[in-house]
């Protein structure tokens, strides 16, 4: 019997050896932007009808997060966050290794609703993009409006980046202030980018990112 | 570059969309009752105006519902989105 | 200093001398210059001959419009730009130029002899010449024409340079950064509305740049632009681009503008893109294009040296070069007069001001007087002379009717010329505005519009300095809503600023005779037109194209009013009701690297990987590109050919085991009550029956009844199916499921969840797959009785979930093992590692095509065309018959698509069983029917079959389902093949190999 040791693992970006290439944290603090890996994060797709206060209710017990419905925003509670994918799509995602106990503990909790839970931790890997220069380099490949009065900490949106699909979140500012102090200057950004596309759109945004001085981080 | 306001998302360049036609057609509920011609023109007879005109367009990188837009095919402005099922809006011509 | 640069004037830096080469010859400009203003300064007004004639040609503006002054920029290996503008190409320390359209040198060009048999090539001479004999068509005129045509030499390396590209968002966007664009962006970015301005010039202040003595708020010009400047760039919501060019302007107030970063700069940082395309999402437009001088059409108005009135004040003012040391003027238009004042004050001799008016203002003609200036008014040019440099003018007294007087000759360096102001409309026409005629201004003007624009100061017909402040300033409060209140400026200094208009100069010489022109770019002169006219051409797109008036890469910019004035005298019409041609982008000409930005080399389109690619090729796969994917093709050992690979890759997978990366299938779940009857509706096939654990294969159609998709379906529970599209179809099949379900049934409770790349799909095909899966496989009886044929299974294999099909493509003992995609890779590298004692043998996309072809599977797209039925493709078995409907049934039954004529689906086998035919090939019925020879259908697959040892195909052919065993015919290049139609089965027909 062979067994597969959970360590081989391969993200879609595993050959080009992030890890190894990663920046000291002077040089990323000096950076114009960062571009970092965040592989094997637990992602369940979760379809329902929000207008059904037991589903909201029931998804809340379990995972603790109260699904947003207002488009293009995020949940986040300790390590979980749902995105607003669409009016009954949801990504609830949080850290590698939850995608049994969620995906079972949904089921069980919905049991007679009708929803889908599908487990798509393995569809896409995560590139974060932090940085002066984060929203600049965003800009290049995607449509979306990124003005901080538009799309700030919290917001999520499907879209396109270069010729791939994307789901981009801009992360809560770290440090003081929950109301994002500091995401002006300094955000941070999470695209969820589906596993084939993932080498073309990081060679893409490395190349794209050339005018600034950029990093690569290790996550 | 059409900017195309998704019902659900909100306005996105065109090419998050993609185009589904004329709107507001049907499909017969029981195409067995139809004649040829009637199918033939439920398949293939379109308006094609030259005004206003009702037609589809999917989300598709974007949250992937269809939706119903009011557009003008001379002068590509779009004067209303909404959910499909929704009847269409009176347009002054 | 030169003797033509005038101390103390302009904006260049007297201190930062460069050098620069124009036609091999080295020169000293200064930073600041433009190349025409750095060859002015050097007295050089030869700079190029022209596209047709290959008339001496010199710089006749002092910007964008410039038709003239094109030369060739050599920036390196792999940066060469030819048909770049003098007057806008910023001079930089070693700059290399040359002229162009000249051959062996631009002082004596051979083909200058079109020039003097000129009369022999009027408009639309190619049209006439060129007829006959048709035989001359390929072998003499056209490689003739191709040589001379062109204009410039077109860059043969790859380009050297970025490109960079980038979207922007802003709540106003104000093209033109003159006054108008100025006050507009001061007012609107008051109240903190997103600003972008953008402005085609290295720096901001359009005409206030020529005009240094005017005042603004009590202060001048300059110093009043350095404020404004200031104040913008302190402003964090105002983004402001220079040397950035508007291009296009499209629906929905969304325009293309073009930076550019590097051209100005002697030696790029390498990091550094040479351009940025930014394409603009704007809630509001300001057009602030501001307006262009019009020539006049006299004879002889191209010689070098002749040159648009307010170019000669800005190469003054802008640049502190004068254009001659004795200037002549001829104008229709107050403003030529100002540039006159201004040479004359710089110290430039002004001899004469010609102006065809009769009664110029008194207080033009006061100051002309205290600087010793004669004016002519009444009086008209009909004639210049001099070779590389005008030397000399014709002028001519007008009586009260028309009658012309007799000549007098002027000398002269340099001959000013104002025909009026044209504002500039072609963005505002872009977005689809209708355009006013105004009779004052003998100009199209903007009105009503079609986006939410507002257009302001001189490209709005709105002329005078204050005026377009005001103008501006409006435009820019009105974009801010009710919040806005214009900003108020005062001006002092104000110059007259009217005029009237001329066609072709009142001359007394023969019309016919004079080389008067229209489109400098294009070589089209005023009687060109009006032979167009005469040869029937009415509309004035036709006249347009007949002369190609209007059509170099300028556009028309100074061309196309003329052009318009002169044919609707022509064709006896007023202007309004001839019409203007229309505008298009790029407003003026644009790099493809612009527009191409990151989409090249790698990333020209995207490559789509697996999980399992770094394997395949770490192990020599060759790949082909499958819609967006790369897929081994195959797996060649060292010293084999593709052939010999295949044949190996096939056998091995008949005769032992095969493994194949089938990752690219598209999957989707399609969960809920009501999944079945969703599955009903959308395939053609019976669903409610198929009992959790087995698999189906399903087959999709359009709502017309032709084939779109298939693949194998599994059904893992009373409410989920797992559905496999083919690889190209992934995306569509989702979407048109999403369609139905979202439109037309949003009654059933359903939802579609895509899973494409959430599973790695590995294919094992052949007599030992099994043997290979038993001992990495938990929790799943493989037993053929336990784990039939067309089943599905959930359990483990290597310790990692799986999805298990018992599938085939081969027609062998086949497995596919869905895993989640990260474990992809290591499961593979266990399989092989497994079925080593079995020569287990990967596989790429021509084996698994030509076993598949062995057993008459189809591939969607390559065995259908979109006129496929299933009965077409053989296979009405997919149909549920009893099904009350499903997408495409009611068209099935239409009586075309029962028609036994139908092109089906058919085997051919050669009768030399070597023969591969080529897929694509035309099927006739005998090799000796007439020519054209009627077309029976075609070969959709082809391959040398490693099983039968001989070549096999299919086939669609009219009524071929009837046909078997008949003979048909195959030509292709050489030979004419003989074929016999059969089943599409070629190999173990009765499916005895799957059932183990």
């Avoid at chain 3, 202060?219 to 983004?239: I, M, Q, S, Y």
Wanted: aromatic fraction near 8%; proline fraction near 6%.
């Amino acid at each position: 019997m062979t067994m597969i040791d959970f360590s081989l693992r391969r993200s879609p970006l595993a050959h080009r050896g992030l890890i190894a290439r990663a920046a000291s944290d002077a040089a990323a603090r000096e950076a114009g932007v960062t571009l970092g890996e965040q592989p094997h994060r637990c992602q369940i797709n979760l379809r329902g009808d929000a207008g059904d206060s037991g589903f909201l209710a029931a998804v809340e017990d379990v995972t603790g997060l109260r699904l947003p419905v207002e488009p293009n925003t995020v949940a986040t509670v300790e390590d979980l966050s749902a995105l607003w994918l669409g009016p009954d799509e949801w990504l609830i995602v949080g850290p590698g290794g939850r995608e049994g106990d969620l995906t079972g503990g949904l089921r069980g909790a919905l049991e007679g609703r009708h929803f889908a839970v599908t487990d798509v931790s393995e569809a896409r890997t995560v590139i974060a993009i932090s940085g002066p220069h984060a929203r600049d380099l965003l800009a290049k490949g995607t449509s979306l409006d990124l003005h901080p009065r538009v799309f700030g900490p919290g917001r999520c949106a499907q879209s396109g980046i270069a010729k791939a699909t994307m789901i981009l979140h801009q992360l809560d500012a770290n440090g003081d202030g929950a109301d994002g102090a500091g995401a002006d200057e300094q955000p941070t950004f999470e695209i969820y980018i589906a596993n084939s596309f993932a080498d073309y759109l990081w060679t893409w945004l490395e190349r794209a990112a050339a005018e600034y001085r950029v990093a690569v981080t290790a996550g | 570059m059409f900017l195309i306001s998704c019902p659900f998302c909100g306005p996105r360049e065109e090419s998050e969309f993609s185009y589904g036609h004329e709107g507001h057609i049907a499909r017969p509920a029981d195409p067995d009752s139809l004649s040829d011609a009637e199918w033939a023109d439920y398949l293939f007879m379109r308006k094609n105006p030259k005004g206003w005109h009702y037609e589809r367009w999917n989300h598709a990188r974007g949250c992937r519902r269809w939706f119903n837009v009011a557009r003008h095919t001379v002068t590509h402005e779009i004067r209303a989105v909404y959910k499909m099922g929704d009847p269409p809006p009176a347009i002054e011509p | 200093m030169t003797g033509y640069r005038v101390a103390g004037r302009g904006r260049v830096d007297p201190d930062a001398r460069l050098r620069f080469i124009f036609d091999g010859r080295s020169y000293e400009g200064l930073h600041g210059d433009t190349l025409a203003s750095a060859l002015l300064a050097n007295g050089v007004h030869f700079v190029g001959r022209s596209f047709k004639y290959h008339r001496p040609r010199g710089i006749m503006s002092a910007g964008v419009e410039e038709a003239n002054a094109l030369v060739g920029v050599d920036r390196g290996r792999g940066r060469y730009t030819p048909n770049t503008r003098a007057t806008v190409l910023e001079l930089y320390d070693g700059l290399t130029a040359e002229s162009q359209n000249y051959w062996p040198s631009l002082r004596y060009d051979i083909g200058a002899v079109n020039d003097i048999a000129a009369p022999l090539i009027p408009a639309g001479f190619y049209y006439k010449t060129f007829k006959w004999p048709a035989s001359f068509w390929n072998k003499v005129y056209e490689p003739v024409i191709r040589r001379s045509a062109g204009l410039g030499r077109a860059p043969t390396a790859p380009d050297a340079d970025r490109y960079a590209s980038r979207f922007a968002h802003c709540d106003v966007l104000i093209v033109g950064a003159g006054p108008a664009g100025l006050a507009a962006a001061l007012t609107a970015s008051e109240s903190g509305a997103r600003v972008i301005l953008a402005d085609e010039n290295p720096e901001i202040g359009g005409s206030l740049l020529s005009d240094p003595a005017v005042q603004i708020d009590g202060k001048d010009a300059w110093n009043w632009l350095e404020e404004a400047r200031a104040t913008l760039a302190g402003r964090a919501n105002v983004t402001l681009l220079t040397r950035t060019t508007a291009i296009g302007y499209y629906h929905q107030n969304f325009l293309g503008l073009v930076q550019r970063l590097t051209d100005h700069l002697p030696a790029a940082a390498s990091s550094l893109p040479r351009e940025r395309m930014w394409k603009v999402r704007a809630a509001q437009v300001v057009l602030a294009q501001g307006a262009i001088e019009r020539p006049l059409v006299f004879d002889g108005n191209d010689r070098p040296g002749v040159m648009l009135a307010g170019a000669g004040r800005s190469f003054l003012n802008r640049y502190g070069v004068k254009v001659g040391n004795r200037v002549a003027v001829v104008t229709v238009h107050d403003s030529a007069y100002l540039a006159a004042f201004d040479l004359a004050r710089a110290g430039a001799g002004v001899a004469t001001i010609v102006d065809l008016r009769r009664n110029p203002r008194a207080a033009l003609l006061a100051e002309a007087r205290s600087l010793g200036i004669e004016v002519l008014s009444g009086w008209t040019v009909t004639a210049t002379k001099g070779r590389a440099r005008i030397a000399e003018i014709r002028v001519n007294p007008v009586d009260q009717n028309g009658k012309v007087g007799a000549a007098r000759m002027i000398g002269c360096d340099a001959l000013l010329m104002s025909g009026g102001w044209t504002p500039s409309v072609h963005l505002f026409s872009h977005s689809k505005g209708a355009l006013d005629w105004r009779e004052d201004l003998q100009a199209f003007v903007p009105g009503a519009p079609n986006e939410a624009v507002r257009c302001a100061g001189a490209g709005n017909g709105t002329f005078g300095l204050a005026a377009a402040l005001a103008e501006g300033a409006a435009a820019g409060a009105a974009t801010a809503g009710s919040a806005g209140t214009p900003t108020v400026f005062s001006v002092d200094g104000e110059a007259p600023f009217s005029g009237v208009y001329f066609r072709e100069l009142p001359t007394d010489r023969d019309p016919t005779r004079a080389k008067a022109f229209i489109d400098f770019q294009n070589d089209v002169t005023a009687k060109d037109i009006r032979l167009a006219v005469r040869e029937g051409f009415r509309s004035i797109e036709h006249v347009k194209r007949y002369t190609t008036n209007g059509m170099a890469t300028d556009q028309g910019k100074t061309s196309n009013i003329n052009g318009l004035m002169i044919a609707a005298d022509a064709v006896g019409k007023p202007a309004p009701e001839v019409g203007l041609t229309t505008f298009r982008p790029p407003y003026t000409p644009t790099t493809f690297g612009a527009f191409v930005g990151y989409s090249r080399d790698a990333h020209f389109e995207v490559e789509r990987k697996t999980s399992i690619d770094s394997w395949a090729e770490a192990n020599g796969a060759v790949f082909e590109p499958v819609s967006l994917w790369r897929r081994a093709w195959y797996f060649p050992r060292s010293g084999e050919s593709m052939h010999e690979a295949v044949a190996r890759e096939c056998r091995a997978t008949r005769r032992s085991l095969g493994i194949f990366d089938a990752s690219t299938l598209g999957k989707i779940e399609v969960v809920g009550p009501d999944a079945a009857e969703f599955m009903n509706r959308m395939y053609t096939n019976a669903w409610t029956k198929l009992a959790p654990g087995r698999c189906r294969y399903g087959l999709l159609l359009g709502e017309d009844g032709f084939i779109r998709d298939d693949g194998v379906i599994g059904r893992l529970s009373d409410e989920r199916f797992h559905v496999t599209t083919t690889t190209g179809g992934a995306a569509r099949v989702l979407a048109t499921m999403e369609d139905y379900l979202q439109t037309e049934w949003p009654d059933l409770k359903v939802w579609l969840t895509s899973t494409s790349e959430q599973w790695a799909v590995i294919a094992l095909n052949g007599p030992n797959a099994r043997k290979v899966l038993e001992p990495l496989v938990q929790g799943i009886d493989l037993n053929g009785e336990a784990f039939p044929h067309m089943a599905v299974r959930e359990g483990k294999i290597c310790g990692v979930p799986t999805r298990l099909f018992r599938v085939s493509f081969t027609g062998e003992l086949g497995f596919e093992v869905n895993v989640p995609a990260r474990f992809g890779l290591s499961v593979w590298k266990a399989l092989i590692e497994q079925g080593r004692p079995y020569d287990i043998t990967p596989y790429g996309t021509e084996t698994m095509h030509a076993l598949r072809a062995e057993k008459g599977f189809i591939i969607v797209g390559q065995d259908t065309d979109g006129t496929v039925t299933p009965h077409d493709a053989g296979m009405s078995w997919a149909i549920g018959k009893t099904k009350p409907d499903f997408v495409g049934k009611r068209s099935l039954a239409r009586p075309d698509m029962q028609d036994p004529k139908r092109k089906q689906l058919v085997g051919l086998l050669t009768e030399k069983p070597e023969t591969v035919l080529e897929e694509g090939a035309q099927i006739v019925d005998g090799p000796y029917a007439a020519v054209p020879m009627p077309m029976i259908g075609h070969v959709t697959s082809s391959y040398h079959s490693e099983t039968l040892g001989r070549s096999i195909a299919l086939a669609l052919i009219q009524g071929g389902h009837g046909r078997k065993g008949e003979t048909v015919y195959v030509p292709m290049p050489g030979a004419m093949h003989k074929a016999t139609i059969t089943d599409t089965v070629f190999v173990d027909k009765e499916g005895a190999k799957l059932n183990v």
